[in-house]
T-cell receptor
Framework: KQEVTQIPAALSVPEGENLVLNCSFTDSAIYNLQWFRQDPGKGLTSLLLIQSSQREQTSGRLNASLDKSSGRSTLYIAASQPGDSATYLCAVRWNRDDKIIFGKGTRLHILP | DGGITQSPKYLFRKEGQNVTLSCEQNLNHDAMYWYRQDPGQGLRLIYYSQIVNDFQKGDIAEGYSVSREKKESFPLTVTSAQKNPTAFYLC??????????????FGSGTRLTVV
């Protein structure tokens, strides 16, 4: 069964620290992997999309890496800010024309 | 700007009523999806459609119905058969086939409350 796991479910870190969020998935033959951010009561905002042929993607202070052989992706947030507080979800698509599978997310709280 | 519009943002339903949630996209995406989100449970797929006039059940389709008469629109009806409809509903769209990044784009959600 294809599954996506995000551990921990919640994380609190002081402002200014660099941090890493983890995503693991069964079956390494993925098509792509997408990281989203969700603020309370809001929709999902796409942060980064990594194709299976790529090893990482960067956007500002965010860097997402992909290691298919180990079934893992990490989202690195540099110099964290209180505005980064949100739930971060990882989603994997295994086939081009198939639906994606979501992890349950990591709820991040940046302490001022 | 292209995107997905969900309406209304908040919706209240009386017991025994059917209600319809709207989802419209101008991204020219072929596929559209409906998810339900409950606290602590993550996103669960209700229905999805990859082409006009065709749709498939997701993991929790019971008590819901959809239609896909136009590429841009994918309304979700929550019927009286859905016993616990209070939740946050999210609509998404994606490219299917052809060229593209195949990422998902989400709307801002509709919060449905049974009163």
């Amino acid at each position: 069964k294809q599954e996506v796991t995000q551990i921990p479910a919640a994380l609190s870190v002081p402002e200014g620290e660099n941090l890493v969020l983890n995503c693991s998935f069964t079956d390494s033959a993925i098509y792509n992997l997408q990281w989203f951010r969700q603020d309370p009561g809001k929709g999902l905002t796409s942060l980064l999309l990594i194709q299976s042929s790529q090893r990482e993607q960067t956007s500002g202070r965010l860097n997402a890496s992909l290691d298919k052989s180990s079934g893992r992706s990490t989202l690195y947030i540099a110099a964290s800010q209180p505005g980064d507080s949100a739930t971060y979800l990882c989603a994997v698509r295994w086939n081009r024309d198939d639906k994606i599978i979501f992890g349950k997310g990591t709820r991040l709280h940046i302490l001022p | 700007d292209g995107g997905i519009t969900q309406s209304p943002k908040y919706l209240f339903r009386k017991e025994g009523q059917n209600v319809t949630l709207s989802c419209e996209q101008n991204l020219n995406h072929d596929a559209m999806y409906w998810y339900r989100q409950d606290p602590g449970q993550g996103l669960r797929l209700i229905y999805y459609s990859q082409i006009v006039n065709d749709f498939q059940k997701g993991d929790i389709a019971e008590g819901y119905s959809v239609s896909r008469e136009k590429k841009e629109s994918f309304p979700l009806t929550v019927t009286s058969a859905q016993k616990n409809p209070t939740a946050f509903y999210l609509c998404a769209s994606s490219i299917v086939g052809g060229q593209g990044s195949y990422g998902y784009t989400f709307g801002s959600g509709t919060r449905l409350t049974v009163v």
